[in-house]
């Protein structure tokens, strides 16, 4: 998803609210953690690590760029067989990485983009079942299993067309499953009973190149939550139990540009960034608020410098944004205005998203060198970790453990293990 490489191989809680707010120590229900924020509450996390950090490294079967997502001692991610005729869900164990169960699907072999995979949808959880998003080389397939591994219900979304094939994730709120399908030529954000799979709503938006951004929730200021959704379309916010539209931004940059990374909320503002493989990008921040059509009234800045961040998602942290600029750099802007703190090389290049953990933003590069600064206006990197293998998934934090899924294996990195 930089220029070149545009590989858009791209690419919750269970109660109200604790979806909206930053990750606690306990659990990482889907893509990016607790509402997509990147976020993690853990404060024991290794800065520098050796071989006596890595509580455990097991081996992945088959091959994607699925992100972790963990609820309890649960661990789920997807997966598919190389010769592409399996897609695979996995359930580990957070404690040793052992395989507790693992689900057959059948699929066939189909165009990516080289650095996609089939298997790149990271699933979604509230702590009584798993959610996936499922491509077997032609159509969707969302699917619910429980943490015994039984398959629940499933349901078919039709097909799917990109030149880099899919890598859209589900979200969950109270009863809804949550799926914005945007695709080349199509474009809807549905929405689902969790309990039965139930098709309850559908929106659809006005399509161009697809785009892989995983919807976020919200909250308003009497207690409910709209879900926000990004694409070349624009912004929007809807009501996550009806589908109806709160308020739109549409999209003022070229219709060439398109939404990879996640969005997310800091100040009253939703702050949206995308790019494309031509080398354009676009960065913005939207209001939140008002009603209908807001493209004019609510945007609060925008950016067009050529070294921003495309592939990762951005994290907020007090008054500035932080980014990572896919050719290897990392930066920092000021929320309110857009204008640019820093932004320094780092190395490599970069396809997963960076995490906030206790002030500290921990980057990890395609080529599995694991970047860590802080989290402050003036750049200060404070440590290089090396994980030997090639890095494209997000990676998730649980219980003061980071999971960080390889080209080859699932790590597990913390404190050493009490004798």
């Not at 604790?18 to 976020?39: D, E, H």
């Not at 990485?97 to 066939?108: A, E, I, N, Q, Y």
């Not at 209908?292 to 925008?302: Q, V, Y």
Request: one cysteine or more.
């Amino acid at each position: 998803m930089q220029k070149g490489k545009l590989g858009l191989w791209l690419l919750a809680a269970g109660v109200m609210f604790c979806s909206l707010r930053p990750a606690t120590a306990g659990n990482w229900p889907r893509f990016r953690g607790p509402n997509g924020t990147g976020i993690a509450g853990d404060k024991k996390i290794p800065v520098e690590w050796s071989d006596k950090n890595i509580r455990w490294k097991i081996e992945l079967p088959g091959v994607g760029n699925s992100s972790p997502v963990i609820w309890g001692d649960h661990l789920f991610l997807q997966s598919a067989s190389p010769d592409g005729k399996e897609r695979l869900l996995l359930c580990l164990s957070t404690a040793d990485g052992k395989t507790l169960w693992s689900r057959t699907l059948p699929g066939v072999p189909a165009h990516t983009h080289q650095r996609n995979t089939l298997a790149s949808s990271t699933p979604a959880t509230d702590g009584e079942r798993v959610y996936t998003v499922f491509w077997d080389g032609s159509g969707l397939t969302l699917a619910a299993f429980d943490f015994q591994g039984n398959q629940l219900w499933s349901q078919g979304l039709g097909g799917f067309k990109s030149q880099h094939g899919p890598g859209g994730s589900p979200i969950v709120y109270r009863n809804r499953v949550i799926f914005a399908d945007d695709q080349d030529g199509k474009s809807v954000v549905m929405g689902f009973d969790a309990k039965t799979g139930q098709p309850v709503w559908e929106a659809p938006r006005k399509a161009f190149r697809a785009c892989y951004a995983t919807p976020f929730l919200l909250e308003q200021p009497n207690g409910t939550a709209v879900v926000i959704v990004a694409s070349t379309a624009g912004t929007t916010a809807y009501d996550p139990e009806t589908g109806a539209a709160h308020w739109h931004a549409t999209f003022t940059g070229k219709p060439g540009v398109r939404m990879v990374a996640s969005p997310v909320s800091a100040h009253g503002m939703v702050f949206v960034n995308g790019g494309n493989g031509e080398g354009d990008r676009h960065t913005f921040a939207v209001k939140t608020g008002g009603k209908g059509d807001i493209t004019e009234s609510h945007l609060a800045w925008e950016s067009k410098l050529p070294d921003l961040g495309y592939v990762p998602c951005m994290l907020t942290h007090g008054d500035y944004l932080y980014y990572l600029f896919d050719k290897g750099f990392a930066g920092c802007l000021d929320a309110k205005t857009g204008k640019r703190v820093w932004h320094e090389r780092l190395g490599g290049e970069f396809t997963a998203s960076p995490l906030l953990i206790d002030g500290k933003v921990y980057a990890i590069s395609e080529s599995g060198i694991v970047y860590i600064f802080a989290a402050e206006p003036a750049f200060k990197l404070l440590a290089k970790n090396t994980l030997g293998e090639g890095v494209r998934a997000s990676p998730a934090v649980a219980d003061n453990r980071l999971f960080i899924r390889g080209h080859d294996h699932l790590f597990c990195i913390g404190q050493p293990a009490a004798k």
